[in-house]
C-alpha cells in the first residue's frame, strides 16, 4: 500500500468515526444527569424590566416562569456574599468605592434610574427595593429555583463562601456557577466539583476546535452548561449602524462558526445544556 493511499485510508476512517460518534456520542461518554432545564434564564434577574439584581427583580421573573435566574456575586469588606455585577458601586449606587472596601451594613442603596448595559439608550427605573441584596437572601426566597452565579473577581474566600452557601441551602443540584476566566471555573471545580460549572472563554475557544478537527466526540468535558451570546444580536443591541465592515465580517465570521446545530445537539445528547442569550 502507497503512502498516499494509507493517508487517505486512515484520514477517511477518522472523519467517518468522528461524525459517527458526534452523532452518537453516548457510545464513548456517560449522559450527564439533568436535575432541571432550562429554556429561560432571567439575565441579572431580569435587568430589562427591573433594576438588575434585586429582590424585585427575581421575584418578577419567578412570577413570569422563568427557568433559571442569572446574577452575579462579590464580596463586602466583612466577607459577606452579594449580588452586584461590578466591583465598583458607582454604576449602580452613584457612589465611587469598590464593592470590597465596604461593609454589608454601609453599602448605598442602588439608583432610582439604572441604564441597561447590554442595551444602548435603555434604562430601567425601580420600585421600592433598592436594596443590594445577599446571595442567601435568592436561596432563602427561592429554594426551588435553579441559579446561575456568576463569580465576578478571581478570590477564594468569595469562592469557598459561595460554594458553602449552596451546601447549606442544599443547591448543588440547582445550581451552575463559574466565569469566563478559566482560572476561576477552575477554583470552582477543585473546590466543590458537585456544583456544575459552565464553559469559559477558553473553554469554548477549545471547544471550537475540538469540533471542527473532529475531536470532539473523543474528549470528555466537565462543563454542564454553555452559554454563547450570539453576536449578531449583541451587535444589533449595541450600534449596528456604525459598525465598519471589518466588524461585520467578524460577526459573520463568528456566527457562523459558533451557531452549529450539529454542535449544540451533540452537547445536547451529552446532557450538557446549551443556551444562546442576547445579554452579555
Not at 456517560?30 to 436535575?35: F, G
Not at 466543590?192 to 475540538?210: A, M, T
Amino acid at each position: 500500500m502507497s503512502a498516499a493511499v494509507y493517508v487517505i485510508s486512515t484520514v477517511t476512517g477518522y472523519v467517518l468515526t468522528s461524525a459517527f460518534l458526534l452523532k452518537y456520542p453516548s457510545l464513548l461518554h456517560r449522559r450527564k444527569k439533568e436535575a432541571f432545564r432550562s429554556r429561560h434564564i432571567s439575565h441579572r434577574g431580569g435587568a430589562g424590566e427591573n433594576l438588575e439584581n434585586t429582590m424585585a427583580a427575581f421575584r418578577h421573573a419567578v412570577q413570569l416562569g422563568t427557568d433559571m435566574l442569572e446574577l452575579d456575586c462579590h464580596l463586602t469588606k466583612d466577607e459577606q456574599v452579594v449580588v452586584l455585577h461590578d466591583s465598583n458601586l458607582k454604576r449602580s449606587t452613584g457612589i465611587n468605592a469598590y464593592i470590597s472596601d465596604v461593609a454589608y451594613a454601609d453599602l448605598p442603596p442602588y439608583l432610582c434610574k439604572l441604564g441597561v448595559t447590554f442595551k444602548r439608550e435603555c434604562y430601567c427605573e425601580g420600585g421600592d427595593d433598592k436594596r443590594i441584596p445577599l446571595l442567601r437572601d435568592v436561596f432563602e426566597s427561592f429554594p426551588n429555583t435553579p441559579v446561575n452565579i456568576d463569580i465576578k473577581v478571581n478570590n477564594d474566600i468569595l469562592i469557598k463562601k459561595v460554594s458553602e452557601l449552596v451546601v447549606q441551602y442544599n443547591r448543588e443540584h440547582l445550581t451552575v456557577w463559574g466565569n469566563s476566566s478559566n482560572k476561576i471555573i477552575k477554583k470552582c471545580y477543585k473546590e466543590n466539583p458537585q456544583i456544575p460549572v459552565f464553559f469559559s472563554l477558553h473553554r469554548v475557544l477549545l471547544l471550537l476546535g475540538l469540533f471542527y478537527t473532529g475531536l470532539l466526540p473523543f474528549v470528555p468535558l466537565k462543563e454542564q452548561f454553555l452559554e454563547i451570546p450570539m453576536p449578531s444580536i449583541i451587535s444589533k443591541l449595541k450600534d449596528p449602524e456604525h459598525q465598519k465592515r471589518s466588524q461585520r465580517f467578524i460577526r459573520w465570521l463568528a456566527d457562523t462558526l459558533l451557531m452549529r446545530k450539529a454542535l449544540f445537539d451533540h452537547l445536547t445528547s451529552r446532557g450538557i445544556q446549551v443556551s444562546t442569550p442576547n445579554e452579555i
